[in-house]
Structure formats: C-alpha cells, structure tokens
C-alpha cells in the first residue's frame, strides 16, 4: 500500500491533523484508485501543548480501534500508522507519532547554539541575527537570545529554523528517506504566522528536496522527487490582548507577510511543491485565550483545520500524473484555495458547494448519529433487541468491556467536543443540533415521517435489526463498527434525504 | 396492508366453502317451509341436494341400495321443522305418488249376519245401523272398489243387492231391522260362524273382497259345548290353513266394536235372555290379499268408521320380516355409552350406572315407527307380543304421544330396555305374530249371567277359539311368528 | 379432522373440561337427536383457532414487526389477545345455541360447559401460540421479532 507521510508542524499541524483523523474516522476517503496509508508526524517542541497531546491520544485510540475490527467497515476505513511500525529497523525508534526534537527542553536558546562559543564577530552577527525582547514561561521580559525553547519559539521563526534544521539528522528522517517508495507522498502541514510552523515548513521541504546531498541515507533518489503537498494556514483566529505575552495578534499579519517573502523564494518561487493549499479566513471573531505554551495551549477546534484537512483529501486524490518532478523540482505546481458557497457566520451543511457536501455530509452526519445513539438509547436497547442479542452478541459484557469503554468512547467523546467547538467557534461550524430529537439532528435537512412512524430510536433499532439480519460479523467490535455505518448511512439516506 | 387483505379474503372463502351440503339442505329446505308447505317443485329441489351427493348425513335418506327412500325424507323434514318450531304436518310436505301397484279393481261382497242373536243390535236407537251405513257408503267410494255386492248370511249367503248403488245403500239401510232380517230368510235360529267363514273364504280372491259383519258368538246349544268350541276351532283351523296354503297372499283384519244392544240375548244353552240393554261388542272382518287391505288401509277406510273401534287385529302370511325405521335415544339413559354409532344402531362404550338408585343396572330407550304395520299401535303396546334374544334384558312399551318433540318425530312407540347384565352381543327385539291379549279379555266361557254380570256383557263367548282357529293357521305355535324385528349391537 | 379436534379438545378424555354432552353436541349431533350431520363445531372452531392465532402471530411477527414491541412482554400481550379472543369465540358460539335452545333436546348442555369449552380452546391457542413462536423457524423471517420468545428479549 502506498504511504502518504504527514509532517504536522506546530499547533496548527496538530490540530489539522485531528480533523484529518475525525473525517478518516467517519469513513470520508479521497475517492483515488490507489489506497494510501497515513503516517502522521508531528513536529512540535512544545511537548504540553494540549492540542499535541489531545491528538495523540486520538490517533492512539484510532488506531486501536482499526486493529481491533480490520478494514471496510465503513467507519475508520483508513490506516494509519506509527514510523515505527512501518520500518523494520534496529534502530529504536519510538512508537509514538511524536518528531522528538532533541536539546529544547529547558535549554535556552543561547546555549543551544552555543553562543559562548562563538567568535567575537560572530557573537555580533548573532547578536543582530537574533535582537529583540521576548517573554519566558515566568512572565519576565527576556532577550531573545535567553528564551528556553521548551514552549516551542513562540512566534520566532528564526529561532524556530535553527532549531529544526536538526530534522534532517533526524532517525526518523533517514527512517522516512530509507523506507521512501516511488508511490508515497508527502503533505506538510502548517500555519505561517505561528512560530513552529512558519519555520519548520520551509525547512522540512528543504531537507527533503535536497535529500541528494544528504550522507545520512542512502536510496535518495525517491525522496528528492516525492510528491509533496502542503497546506499553509493564514490568520484564522483572534487572540486575547496580554501585553505580558510573547505572542501578540498585531504581530501576525506582519509575520505572515515576512513569511510569505521568505516562500517566494525558497518555496512557491523555486517549485519546491507540487501542491500548495492556501487557507485563510478574515473573520476577527471570539478571540482565544493568549497562551503562549506553558498552561497548555489548547485553542478550540475551528473550521479552518478541517476545511485544512480536506485539502489533504484533495492531494491524494490528485492523480500522479499532475504531480510529477525532475530533478527535485514540481514540474506543474498547483495552487489552490478553499470557498463555500454561503458566507454565514455559522456553517451549516447547506452553505458548502456541492463538491465539499458530497464528500462530508453524509459521513459526518453518520458518524454523528452513531455518538448519539450510543450516548442516548443504547444502554435501554443493549439485551432487547436483535441486533443486540444476534451473534456476535453486543451485550452488557461488551459495553463495559474496554475496547467500548475506553477506546470507543473516548474517541466519540473527542469527537463530540471537536463538534460543540466548531460550533462554538466564529466562524462556527454547527451542522448539527447535537441535543435534539433524533428527527432534528441535522439543521436544514427536514425528515420524511412514514405512515405509521416518527424517526425516533424505535426506527433507528428496526434499522439495526434490519441490517443485522443474517450478516455474519468476525467480532463484536466489528459488528458494532460496521453495522452502525451500514444503519446510518441508510437512515440518513431514506430519512434526511442525504445524498450519498 | 397488502398482507392483511389477503388473509382475510382467504379465511373468508374457506369459511364459506366449507359448509357441508347437509347443511346448506337444511336451510334451503327452512326458506322453502316459509310458506308453510313443500310443494313438489321444492320438494324435487331439496332432492337435487343429495341425488347425487356422498355426504354422510344424506344416507340417512336412501335405501340399502341408494335410491331415495321419500317416506325417510319427509319424516326428516317434519322432525326438523319441528325443532325448528315451524309446524308442518305430513299433508304439507308433497309426495311422490306410492309406486305400489294400485292392482286392479275389486268387488267389495258385504255379507252382513242376519240370525236372530242380530235382532238386538238393529234397534232404533242402534248407532250400529249408522256404523253400517257409512262403512258402506264409504266402501262405495272407495277408488279401487269395482261393485259393491251387498248380502245377508246366516247358513248361506243370501244376495241382496249386486252392484249396489246410493239408493241401494239406503235401502239396505232402511231394512236393518228385526222384520227385513226375517223377511230375508235362511236359518236365523243358528249360527254355524265357520260355515260362514268357510263361505267367505271360498268367495275371497284378488277380484273380490269379503266383508262380513258378525256378533261372531258361538251356540253351541245342548251339545258338549267345550267339545263344540273344540270342534270350532278345529274346523276354523283347517278351513284357513287350506284357504292360506291355496292363496298364501289371504290376509284377514277384524275389527271389535261396540253398539247398543236392545232386546233378547240368547247364551250358549241358546236360552233367552229378555230385555237386556247394553253396549255389546261386535265383529267386522275384512278378507282379501294383502294388495287390496293395503288398499284399505292406504284409503284409512278404519279411520272413517263412525264411533271408531275399539280394537283391531291383522293376521297376514308372514313373507319378509318387517324392519321399521327407528332410532336409539340419545336420553334417557341408565348408565354411559358413545353415541358414536347410534344412528346405525351399534351402542358402543356401555358402561352400567354409577348412580345410587341404578347401580349396576344398564338400560337404554329405542323410538320405533309401526306406522307401516297393518297392526293395530295397541298391538304393539303389549310386551307379550314381544321375543327378545337375551332373556336378561326387560322391555317396556310406550306410545309417543308428544307432537312437538322433535327427537320423537316420524315414530310412534319407544321401547325401553334395562338390565342388570351387561355385555357385548347384538339383541334382537321380534314382534311376534299371535291373537293379541284384547281376544282373551273379549272370549266369555259362561255367558248365562249376563243380566246381571256386567264384565260378560262386554264379551262374546268362545271368541278366542274362533280366533285362534285362525291365529294358528297363520302363526303355527311350532314356529317363531317374527313379523317385526329390530337389532341394536351393544359393545362396551 | 373432526376427531383430530375433538381429542384435542376434550385432552385425550384425561381432562374433561365439561360434559359429554357438549363434546356430542360440538361434534354435530343434529337437532333431531338422530346422528352427526349437524354443523361439525369442532372443526369449524378448530379450523378458526388455527388460522387467528397464526394470523395474530404474524402480525406481531411480520406485518407490524415494530422494534418496540418486541420484548417478552409484548408477546404476552399478544397472548393475551389470542387466548381471549378464541375464548370468546368457543365461548359465545355454544352459549348462543344453548340460548336459542337451537340443539337436541335429549342433550344436557349448560353455561359451564360453554365456559369449559372456552376454555379449553384458549388453552390450545396460548399452546399453538407458544409452538409458532418458539422454535426459530418461521420468526427468523421476522425483522425486529426474530428472537422473541415468551421468556425473553
């Protein structure tokens, strides 16, 4: 199977990457002959970044739940993968999704280049290179050059390109260049007025392309001409006004614009990418909170990562045709951007363009469907009804078990909270009233009642019972992925009149 | 929906379809009776029902050989509309016209005794004379009589009147006196009743039928008057066995009644006894083959006898044995049995009573049609002229006399049979020929005391030597006489 | 068939849920007190037990095979129906003929044995009932019912 490698550079890739993972998870799947693996690798320094953290955890319990059914059962329909997994090495690479950026921890920047050790003239140019205040974890104004990097390069970028210059040292880079296969791909994801990302884009892509003058691995060939796409996130949100912050709103349309220079030359200018995806929305609306890094930074789920992450959909279902490289530059590179079809401050299904809707309606109302009845009813339906009771039997013992327990249920529950911040968001993203009846469940979709009967749980379970109906299932857990894709993506189709 | 149309338009045609033909019978049968009458277009309808069909319960309606039994049918109809509340009698329910060969005609040869022992009876305020003229009348219209030929008789027939038409009827009447008879002639002191008998008997064919009306008390005079009864009945013996053996189809019906007696009575000394005044008994005998009394009975010229009689008898060749339709009771019962097989008159499942006043005893009632028998329905009330197979078994009898029990329809006697030991066997209930038990209440062995003895005057000496003189040539006591017989098998 | 019924009514003679009498009167003893060539009750009333209790299974099984009334206690609840609505039937049929005194008259027939009979065919009905549903023959076919049973979902 060929890989799709993502490098998911600072909050932003983190946060990208979640949404990736909930549209995996809700069977969305680039309609491309060829299936491709993900391996996900996030490169951010800020280890207690929640969001880091957050979708950790999320692709581990994704992961388990794929091991656990297999593919093609509607739901979670994609690989992904550790690079551990992926290489048989014996070097140890650890088994977590995790780029481990060496020396940032509690170092400050200073020594981190060694600055005492520097030639007086040197120490000069450094001194320049590097000017300015900034602001450390305690609050306290510092000089750049004394900032420790354990909370990321809070919006440096020129710190944060010297740092992750060691990428390409990296195992996990010769990991990635050893393994590389003429089919693989490559997706970058980025904000650009960050301080991790506005870095470590440019960067990455350098050391890729230029993987031929790299003596650490061997079979360059491949790499130098992978196929590489990348999403760059403009300003999208708002933060509060903390004059005790490094990080201040003013700064990032000035940021964005010395960032998108330094592009045009090193990126856009000299066909590094074969397709770049811009993504930016001008609404100033509800402002985060100003956390530079250290209580966690965990921004609300927003639009923007999600629309980002169908920019990743589109990659792989470009053909290899229109990406194709010689000599480690993109023949035909592809520009793009992403709209909607109604400008509204709260997204609903309908004020996206057909293409978008045709891709994400029906799954993601499906797999909202499944949290809500799993949430709602299943616990009154668990030993009643034949879906339940039919082999393999989806009992008590199973839903106390941990496969439900844990890895299920926390993922629906992250799933729930990416909804309610999306909605919550401005620009917000709520499709879906999460609370209501069952007949509401998707705003601007009126249901078609039957004769006799509402769309209530007494249909959802006649559904389930329908479906489970002769099927032979090879386990529990499969049945219950896999019978409730086949029940909601039927209700929603016969009910809401959702087009597939 | 689809589903539940479907089901119920196929339960509706089972439902419809399996009603049994007996039974759509019996409707058609309840709409036809709405106007009070089977006319012979329904009548033909409601046969059309079962001409054809296998239906158990049409075999009920047909002889052992299928074809349709009419008489059972209109009995079945009268008890169903009876049960049905409708009351239709027999006269509404249309026939088809009896197949019995009508046979040709027949002379009717009254023959009327006119010795003086008469005399009493042709008083005027006789209601014997009235009895007389409108037997006569009647046997004028009778549709198979060819001429009536009207006589007297004491030692010989004397002819009266041949071909008798209405004003001879009334003159004959008219001269039913003491005066006439002597004017008439013959030896009227005496009376020889086997003469006379024998004379009847001589003139008895299929073209003519004898009619003779007697007070049919014998005189034996000063002779040994056991002797002389003797003698009679000896003579009467020979003369209807030799009458039989020459025409084995002779069959005989006499009948008793009763009329005003005024005047002198003679007992068998032949001495006189003056002004007696009573009602005294006296004899009508019909002699003829057994087409013409069936006739007779068909034309129920018995039933048109003014003032009725009193008693009949019917001696008649025993050819078949008569099997009547009758019918096991469902209840009154004493004990327990299936009614499985009833109809086809195997008892099955008997088991004897548990009950405290009947321990131990087993007993069931039979409904019996003798409407067919030429017998008299008294006849058949006596359990005398019963033979049962198991001497173990009791029997009553009863006439039915309730018309609006359904059950009891189209019969008119029950049978009731007990007995302490029950087992399986099969009995057979005869009815047996003999003279029936009102012959030996009748028969006087010492008539002097008539003045004063009132059971005498009821009687007429030596009568059952007369009638056993007859009885025996046609029911010999050597054999067993069954005229009737009914079989019922009883299992446990 | 009319034996068929009539053992199965009168359970076999081991139990005799009221008199002979009726058991003759059911049979079709006719009004004449002559022989069994009235209406055979006991087949028509077998026949209808049959057909409405299947006919009342499907429509808990098949026609409206709701996913809320699939649990034991709905199959009860039919039950319920089917023996009271055959007991009616047994019931009423006798007890109007027994009013119309539309029968022999030589049979004993009372209100108890109409109630018996009653009874007895309601009996037969919860069993016939309990004999569709239980095996999974025919429920398989059944959506939402197919594994309900009187003792469980």
């Known amino acids: ?500 | 929906m689809k589903k539940l149309h479907l089901i119920s338009l196929l339960s509706a045609i089972i439902l419809y379809s399996c009603k049994s033909e007996f039974s759509q019978f019996n409707e058609e049968a309840l709409l036809f009776a709405n106007d009070m009458r089977i006319d012979q277009k329904e009548y033909e309808k409601l046969v059309e029902h079962f001409k054809t069909s296998d239906e158990k319960g049409f075999q009920t309606f047909k002889t052992l050989d299928g074809k349709i039994d009419n008489a059972k049918v209109a009995s079945y109809l009268l008890k169903y509309f009876t049960a049905k509340k409708l009351t239709l009698t027999p006269a509404d329910i249309w026939q088809p016209e009896t197949t019995i060969a009508r046979g040709e005609k027949f002379n009717i040869n009254v023959f009327l005794e006119n010795s003086a022992s008469i005399d009493g009876y042709v008083g005027d305020n006789s209601s014997f004379k009235t009895t007389i003229f409108k037997l006569l009348t009647d046997l004028k219209n009778f549709p198979s009589a060819d001429s009536l030929n009207l006589n007297y008789i004491n030692t010989k027939p004397i002819p009266i009147k041949v071909s008798a038409s209405r004003d001879d009827i009334d003159d004959f009447y008219k001269r039913l006196n003491p005066a006439d008879f002597k004017s008439a002639g013959g030896m009227r002191g005496s009376t020889d009743i086997e003469k006379m008998l024998k004379l009847l008997l001589d003139k008895s064919n299929e073209r003519n039928l004898s009619v003779f009306i007697s007070d049919c008390v014998f005189s034996p005079g000063d002779k040994d008057a056991k002797k002389y009864l003797d003698g009679q009945y000896a003579s009467i013996y020979n003369d209807f066995t030799s009458a039989k053996n020459a025409n084995p189809d002779l069959s005989i019906i006499v009948l008793q009644c009763t009329a005003r007696f005024e005047g002198t009575y003679f007992d068998y000394f032949d001495l006189p006894h003056q002004n007696i005044n009573t009602e005294r008994p006296y004899y009508i005998w019909f002699i003829g083959n057994s087409i013409q009394i069936k006739n007779l009975v068909d034309y129920k010229i018995f039933n048109l006898i003014k003032n009725g009689y009193r008693n009949k008898m019917v001696i008649q060749a025993i050819r078949t044995v008569n099997q009547p339709n009758f019918k096991i009771l469902y209840r009154p019962r004493i004990g327990e049995f299936d009614s499985k097989s009833l109809a086809q008159g195997i008892i099955s499942g008997a088991t004897p009573s548990e009950e405290n006043q009947t321990k131990g005893l087993f007993g069931f009632n039979i409904a019996v049609d003798f409407s067919q028998s030429l017998q008299d329905v008294n006849y058949f009330l006596d359990t005398t002229n019963y033979e049962l197979s198991d001497e173990k078994y009791s029997l009553k009898v009863e006439a039915i006399t309730d018309n609006n029990n359904a059950a009891l329809t189209g019969f008119t006697h029950v049978l009731k049979l007990q007995t302490k030991e029950l087992n399986d066997e099969t009995i057979r209930i005869d009815i047996v020929g003999k003279a029936p038990s009102w012959v030996y209440a009748s028969t006087s062995l010492n008539d002097t005391r008539i003045e004063s003895d009132d059971s005498e005057k009821q009687k007429t000496f030596g009568f059952k030597y007369l009638v056993d003189g007859v009885c025996d040539a046609y029911y010999p006591k050597s054999k067993s006489n069954t005229v009737t017989s009914i079989s019922i098998t009883i299992n446990k | 068939m009319k034996e068929f019924f009539a053992s199965l009514y009168e359970w076999f003679g081991v139990i005799p849920l009221y008199s002979r009498d009726m058991g003759d009167q059911l049979r079709g003893w006719d009004i004449t007190c002559t022989d069994y060539i009235a209406t055979p009750w006991y087949v028509y009333i077998g026949w209808i037990m049959i057909i409405l209790t299947g006919f009342i299974y499907a429509l808990q099984y098949h026609i409206i095979d709701n996913s809320r009334l699939n649990k034991k206690m709905h199959w009860w609840l039919f039950a319920l129906l089917i023996v009271a609505l055959n007991f009616l039937i047994a019931f009423t049929i006798p007890f109007n003929t027994l009013q119309a005194s539309d029968y022999c008259n030589q049979l004993n027939l009372s209100v108890s044995d109409c109630i018996g009979f009653g009874l007895s065919n309601a009996v037969w009905s919860l069993i016939l009932f309990v004999i569709i549903s239980t095996p999974p023959l025919i429920r398989r076919f059944s959506t939402n019912c197919r594994l309900t049973t009187f003792w469980k979902p």
């Open chain 1, 1 to 500: 199977m060929a890989r799709l490698f993502i490098f998911a550079i600072g909050g932003t890739g983190s946060r990208v990457l979640k949404s990736l993972t909930m549209l995996f998870a809700a069977g969305i799947k680039p309609s491309s002959q060829r299936e491709f693996e993900i391996v996900p690798i996030i490169i951010d320094p800020h280890k207690s970044n929640e969001d880091l953290k957050r979708t950790e955890r999320l692709l581990g319990n994704y992961q388990s739940i794929l091991n656990e059914v297999g593919l093609n059962n509607g739901f979670f329909n994609t690989k992904i993968t550790t690079l551990d997994k992926l290489v048989a090495s014996e070097n140890r690479i650890s088994g977590s999704f995790t780029f481990n950026l060496q020396q940032v921890a509690n170092t400050r920047f200073k020594d981190y280049i060694d600055f005492n050790q520097l030639s007086e003239p040197n120490k000069a140019l450094t001194d320049i290179l590097f000017s300015g205040k900034s602001i450390n974890k305690r609050g306290e104004e510092v000089d750049l050059l004394d900032i420790e990097m354990d909370i990321g390069f809070v919006g440096n970028p020129n710190i944060g390109s010297v740092v992750l210059n060691q990428f390409k040292d990296s195992k996990e880079f010769q990991e990635v260049a050893n393994n590389f296969n003429a089919d693989d791909r490559i997706f970058i994801i980025s904000s650009i007025f960050g301080g991790t990302g506005a870095a470590g884009f440019p960067t990455i892509l350098k050391n890729i392309r230029d993987a031929m003058n790299n003596t650490n691995i061997d079979g360059r060939g491949f790499l130098q001409d992978a196929k590489i796409g990348a999403v760059t996130a403009l300003p999208y949100f708002n933060i509060e006004k903390d004059i005790d912050s490094p990080i201040q709103k003013s700064d990032f349309i000035g940021k964005t614009k010395a960032a998108l220079y330094y592009y045009k030359d090193n990126v856009t200018g000299n066909n590094s990418v074969n397709s770049l995806y811009y993504i930016a929305d001008d609404y100033s609306g509800k402002p985060y909170k100003n956390d530079p890094g250290d209580n966690g930074q965990k921004n609300d789920a927003h639009f923007v990562e999600l629309a980002s992450a169908l920019a990743i959909i589109d990659f792989l279902e470009t053909p290899d045709r229109d990406l194709t490289c010689v000599g480690g530059k993109a023949v035909n590179p592809i520009y793009k951007e992403f709209g909607i079809r109604n400008d509204s401050a709260d997204i609903k299904l309908s004020d996206f363009e057909d293409n978008t809707e045709r891709k994400i309606s029906l799954r993601l109302s499906q797999f909202t469907l499944f949290r809500k009845f799993l949430n709602e009813h299943a616990s009154s339906a668990w030993e009643k009804q034949p879906w339940s009771m039919g082999q393999p039997e989806l009992n008590k013992q199973f839903f106390d078990d941990s496969f439900y327990r844990t890895n299920v249920t926390e993922f629906l529950s992250s799933f729930g909270d990416w909804l309610m911040e999306m909605s919550n968001n401005k620009r917000g993203f709520s499709p879906f009233n999460l609370d209501s009846n069952l007949d509401s469940l998707v705003k601007d979709k009126t249901v078609k009642p039957g004769m006799f009967s509402s769309v209530d749980y007494g249909l959802y379970d006649d559904r389930l019972n329908k479906h489970s109906k002769g099927k032979t299932y090879r386990s529990s857990s499969q049945k219950l992925i896999s019978l409730f894709f086949k029940t909601t993506e039927d209700i929603l189709i016969s009910k809401f009149g959702i087009k597939n």
